[in-house]
């Protein structure tokens, strides 16, 4: 699984990171974390609001940083 997190690198792209790692953990999934800063990148992705999860391609949630449980049941 291919996780990134959408974000210049804020308290919150930060904390997003962290709370997807744990969910990740959980889940017991073999992932990769990749923290995207470019902002061309990001707008490409179609995502206005930082901070982005982007799961395996897929733009699940931007502008809040969801909790563990939220995230567990996107890579789901």
């Known amino acids: 699984m291919k996780i990134q997190i959408l974000g210049p690198g804020c308290a919150k792209c930060n904390k997003l990171a962290e709370t997807a790692q744990s969910a990740a953990d959980e889940l017991g999934v073999d992932y990769e ?44």
Do not use: A, H, R
Not at 35 to 60: A, F, H, R, W, Y
């Open 33 to 76: 974390l990749e923290k995207v800063s470019d902002l061309n990148q990001i707008l490409s992705l179609g995502v206005m609001m930082t901070p982005g999860l982007v799961i395996d391609g897929e733009v699940k949630s931007f502008g809040k940083v969801p909790s563990v449980e939220e995230i567990k049941k996107m890579m789901q």
